[in-house]
Nanobody, 116 residues
Framework: QVQLVESGGGLVQPGGSLNLSCVASGIPFDIYAMGWYRRQAPDKQRELVGTHTNALGANYADSVKGRFTISRDNAKNTVYLQMNSLKSEDSAVYYC?????????WGQGTQVTVSS
């Protein structure tokens, strides 16, 4: 059974930082591309925040480039999203994703709220 479990969300002030984690089980983690989506409101399209592969490293949406960093620890089956200089528009439910050759998986999401 595949599981992706996110943690680390919460309330943070504008300009602050948060570090999200996602622990994966049931997949050969080191061969999957891992990354993060977010949905800012239930009626909005989800936005790809970024992805990371062992071969090519990370790439990011323009909206987060320079502020967010995706990293992974293959020994722990964990992918991280370090978010710095947070803005109110970064408020969203953040979902961890795993992209394989033929199948993708998603976590349940963790809420991030940026507000003073």
């Amino acid at each position: 059974q595949v599981q992706l479990v996110e943690s680390g969300g919460g309330l943070v002030q504008p300009g602050g930082s948060l570090n999200l984690s996602c622990v994966a089980s049931g997949i050969p983690f080191d061969i999957y591309a891992m990354g993060w989506y977010r949905r800012q409101a239930p009626d909005k399209q989800r936005e790809l925040v970024g992805t990371h592969t062992n071969a090519l490293g990370a790439n990011y949406a323009d909206s987060v480039k320079g502020r967010f960093t995706i990293s992974r620890d293959n020994a722990k089956n964990t992918v991280y999203l370090q978010m710095n200089s947070l803005k109110s528009e970064d408020s969203a439910v953040y979902y961890c994703g795993a992209w394989g050759a033929t199948v993708n998986y998603w976590g349940q999401g963790t809420q991030v709220t940026v507000s003073s």
